[in-house]
């Protein structure tokens, strides 16, 4: 489904910024381009996590590199990703920052911005062109948007260049719809009907399952037919965006929200809903679907191709399942969200009261552009990498052997130059993961990817940003809805109450504040258009 008026948006942020660019900022401090003196050998400090999969050392090419181009002694203390929260917290406390701080959430960089800690990139962005046309492309324009403070940035997002695409999606066992002489579903219809058959000759066997309970199970399957609310990325938030309307909206209360109900209502009733839903975790799922109880999953195609299906085919060899192509609902439209553009809750910052604000804010536009991308995702070329005729890169299998007992093999060998997401890289490239993962995780990716493409598949939007104020009463009216909500609707879904019940639990839903909510998120959302 073709979302225009997002890519108006899009394209209209993008116009007005170009404008504004052409503008003095007042208050700007960063010197001219040509003033700024490199001569000077210099030290700039980093605090970064450090994830629990991938060292991150203190020293080595890339550091080498960045001494030579910028001269630059890059010190970087990786703090470890379980205390890394409270190190962060303590540290804006005190107003003591290094000179960058890394990993930084996004919830955290709003509300620190507007108290003057972290240097103003946009008035240094003449020093950040790299950084600055990519976030104000028109591929992001839109979305930026909801990450300034007062119009301005504040923060180096993490981007990607090039990623393996993860989404939450339907995935299938194909084995089965052979056996009954079926194509794969192109609607929920059909993808019922399917179920259903499979259902006779295999009595034993649930249509599906998710895992992380009834919200996660509701928000799986709730946008993609037609309406929305607890999204796997937010499973306590009935909150979702609706580009329909290009509002957001409190989907329980929508009038679609009733087909979500009676879906699951009669898939229960049917034997389709794995009867254990509500209380199902990640190895309760695992169990099942790879010990084949269950016809279908709804999770994301990292686990369906490294997890369920290696361990599937070990009882039967024959055994598969695949991601299906987006199914249209009961409009004919197809929505399905892939996890979100970037990493928007990953973000660098720099003290306001550094010495070298133009060279810190180069040092970090250079790792945006073709060579600080390079470096800073695959080393040295010749040495760590080489790169194929048809632009094919290809990391050192020297390199990947000597990892071969890691647990996590990309991140290990990442680990060992500080490359990548978990590493110094700003602007990722995942390429390592294509060349060593499972082939079918890179071919379900090339899928999502070109679904993507054809606007069958969206990214997830980025929430607007709240003030604080805004923040303590959703959190509150939040508490409250969820209460009702998370009491009730398991009775909805087993049939204990009837479609009958249906608009009086929409009501007492509304009395707990479900539309001040919606007037919340909307006004949030309003400021950044």
């Known amino acids: 489904m073709k979302k225009e008026h997002l890519k108006k948006a899009a394209a209209l942020s993008m116009a007005v910024m170009m404008a504004a660019g052409s503008l003095v900022i007042p208050g700007t401090t960063a010197k001219a381009a040509s003033e700024v003196d490199h001569s000077e050998e210099i030290t700039i400090t980093m605090m970064t996590t450090e994830a629990g999969t991938q060292k991150f050392p203190t020293e080595g090419y890339v550091y080498d590199v960045i001494k030579e181009k910028f001269n630059i002694n890059l010190e970087v203390q990786p703090i470890p990703a379980s205390d890394y929260d409270t190190k962060i917290s303590t540290v804006l406390a005190s107003g ?6 890394g990993g930084l959430q996004s919830e955290k960089l709003l509300k620190y911005a507007p108290t003057g800690m972290f240097l103003n990139l946009t008035e240094y962005k003449d020093y950040a062109p790299d950084y600055f046309d990519l976030m104000y492309g028109e591929d992001r324009a839109a979305e930026t948007k909801k990450v300034e403070s007062d119009g301005s940035l504040f923060g180096f997002q993490k981007c990607e260049y090039n990623r393996i695409a993860v989404a939450q999606m339907v995935a299938i066992r194909t084995d089965l719809l052979e056996e009954i002489g079926v194509e794969e579903p192109t609607t929920f219809e059909e993808y019922y009907d399917d179920l259903l058959k499979i259902k006779e000759k295999h009595p034993d066997m649930y249509g599906f399952g998710t895992r992380n309970g009834t919200n996660y199970l509701v928000g799986s399957f709730a946008y993609a037919l037609g309406t929305g609310g607890f999204p796997t990325f937010a499973t306590t938030r009935g909150m979702y965006y609706e580009p329909e309307s290009d509002s957001y909206v409190y989907g329980p209360t929508s009038e679609k929200f009733t087909r979500v109900v009676e879906f699951l209502q009669n898939a ?20 099942k679907a790879s010990s084949g109880k269950l016809m279908s999953v709804y999770d994301n195609n990292s686990f369906v191709g490294r997890v369920y299906n290696p361990a599937l085919q070990e009882i039967d060899a024959n055994a598969k399942f695949d991601i299906l192509k987006p199914m249209a609902n009961e409009d ?29 804010v180069e040092l970090l536009n250079w790792m945006y552009t073709e060579e600080g991308r390079m470096i800073t995702n ?5 040495v760590n990498y080489t790169v194929d005729e048809d632009g094919t890169i290809v990391t050192s299998q020297d390199m990947i052997d000597a990892q071969a007992g890691a647990s996590d093999v990309a991140a290990a060998v990442r680990g060992e ?10 602007y990722v490239d995942e390429s390592l993961d294509a060349q060593i993962t499972d082939p079918i995780m890179v071919e379900n990716a090339e899928k999502i990817a070109e679904w993507t493409e054809e606007d069958l598949i969206d990214y997830y939007p980025l929430w607007p940003s709240f003030t604080e104020e805004e923040t303590s009463r959703i959190t509150e009216l939040e508490s409250n809805i969820n209460n009702v909500f998370n009491q009730e609707i398991d ?31 909307n006004d949030a959302y309003a400021r950044t258009k």
Do not use: C, H
Not at 272 to 278: G, K, V, W
Not at 332 to 348: L, V
């Open 332 to 360: 004919g439209n197809t929505r399905s969200y892939r996890y979100e553009k970037d990493w928007p809750n990953n973000n660098s910052v720099i003290s306001v009261r550094t010495k070298y604000p133009e060279r810190v």
């Open 378 to 382: 695959f080393g040295e070329e010749g």
């Open 268 to 287: 229960y009733k049917d034997g389709l809903l794995d009867p254990d839903y509500a209380t199902m975790t990640k190895d309760d799922l695992f169990e």
């Open 491 to 521: 009775g909805f879904i087993t049939g204990k109450s009837t479609m009958d019940d249906w608009a009086g639990f929409v009501e007492t839903l509304k009395s707990q504040g479900t539309e001040e909510l919606e007037q919340i998120f």
């Open 417 to 426: 130059l500080g490359l990548g997401l978990q590493g110094l890289a700003q």
């Open 96 to 101: 003591q920052m290094p000179d960058i701080i």
